[in-house]
């Protein structure tokens, strides 16, 4: 079996989207992610703040990180995010997964979004489908 680092490596091989943001993996554990990405001009919207789309960007690929990180191939099939703070040109976030509890075939996490100053800036919340195919 493949370790979770094995499992990202090979993940984001194929992964444009999260290469284009710039996301760097800081740590991974089974169940567990944490990565981090700088915001730069590109992801700012009209309002020049960060698109509400790069911190759900940042936390969909920590959900799908730490999901896949046990070994069998995993999929959101729900996602919620909560933006609670702007986010500016520069600013370093991190985002962090919580499980919260896996099935055979259903887990539940929490993704934890922070900046620099360590402020939450956005909460994730995501179910995904285990599948039985195996990295």
């Known amino acids: 079996m493949k370790?979770?680092?094995?499992?990202?490596?090979?993940?984001?091989e194929n992964d444009a989207y999260s290469n284009w943001l710039g996301i760097c993996v800081q740590e991974i554990n089974?169940?567990?992610c944490k990565i981090s990405l700088q915001v730069n001009a590109s992801m700012l919207n009209?309002?020049?703040i960060a698109h509400g789309g790069i911190t759900y960007a940042l936390a969909d690929s920590c959900l799908a990180f730490a999901a896949n990180s046990f070994g069998n191939k995993a999929v959101s099939?729900?996602?919620t995010i909560s933006h609670l703070?702007?986010?500016?040109l520069n600013d370093v976030l991190t985002a962090e997964s919580e499980l919260i509890n896996k099935g055979?075939?259903?887990?539940?996490?929490?993704?934890?979004i922070k900046n620099q100053e360590n402020?939450?800036?956005a909460l994730f919340?995501?179910?995904?489908h285990f599948s039985s195919e195996i990295w």
């Open 46 to 48: 009209g309002f020049q």
């Open 77 to 79: 099939i729900d996602t």
């Open 3 to 12: 370790s979770p680092a094995e499992i990202v490596r090979l993940m984001l």
């Open 30 to 32: 089974e169940g567990f």
């Open 85 to 88: 703070k702007k986010v500016s």
């Open 119 to 121: 402020e939450r800036v």
């Open 125 to 128: 919340k995501g179910h995904v």
């Open 104 to 112: 055979k075939k259903v887990g539940v996490y929490l993704v934890h």
